[in-house]
């Protein structure tokens, strides 16, 4: 029996975008060409209960999700600078 987990970011309307939604047809798909296999979902976002209800007819067996402010942006926060070297690289010559 074959698990299948599909997982989607919401939108800031708390909606999965038209990629999202699109892959979850591809994981239909798999699920349903793969005979015994489940689909579960996990949903990621500021709020995710109206991409809950809109995938609630999807056929997946469970929908999790995880919500929170900080979860609003898909974009990960900014890297810290790179530390600068330890020695000087000797200057070249010509």
Known sequence: ???????AHTDSN????????EVLSAAQKLSKDLAG???TAGLIGGD???????I???GAVKIFGV???IL???VMPPMPKRP???RKRPARRS
């Open 84 to 86: 600068r070297p330890l």
């Open 67 to 69: 919500s929170g402010a």
């Open 72 to 74: 609003m942006s898909p």
């Open 56 to 58: 609630a007819g999807s």
């Open 14 to 21: 708390g909606q999965l975008p038209r990629i999202a939604l």
């Open 37 to 39: 296999s489940t689909l």
């Open 48 to 54: 995710v209960k109206s991409a809950a209800d809109q």
């Open 1 to 7: 029996m074959e698990k299948i987990l599909y997982l």
